[in-house]
C-alpha cells in the first residue's frame, strides 16, 4: 500500500511541505529520488503532529541529457 504524501509548494527557493494533520507549512531538505528523462523526483522526510511524513516534488530539469 502505497503511503499518503503531502501537499507541497516551492516559493523563493524554499521547499515547503504541509502537514496532513494540522495543516502547517515547514520548509524541508530534499533529495534526488529519481530523474528521467525531463523530470527529476526529489523526496523530504518529516514530523509534525507526532507523525512521520513524506513530501513529494515533481521538478522540470533545466537541461537534457543525452548520451
Not at 499518503?4 to 527557493?13: D, H, L, N, S, Y
Request: net charge negative; hydrophobic share 35%; aromatic share 14%.
Amino acid at each position: 500500500m502505497a503511503k499518503p504524501v503531502a501537499t507541497t509548494k516551492i516559493e523563493a527557493g524554499h521547499f515547503l511541505a504541509q502537514c496532513r494533520e494540522c495543516g502547517g507549512w515547514q520548509e524541508v531538505s530534499p533529495r534526488v529520488r529519481r530523474v528521467e528523462g525531463y523530470f527529476e523526483e526529489w523526496e523530504a522526510d518529516f514530523r509534525c503532529c507526532d507523525r512521520n511524513q513524506t513530501a513529494v516534488f515533481i521538478l522540470e530539469k533545466d537541461y537534457l541529457d543525452f548520451h
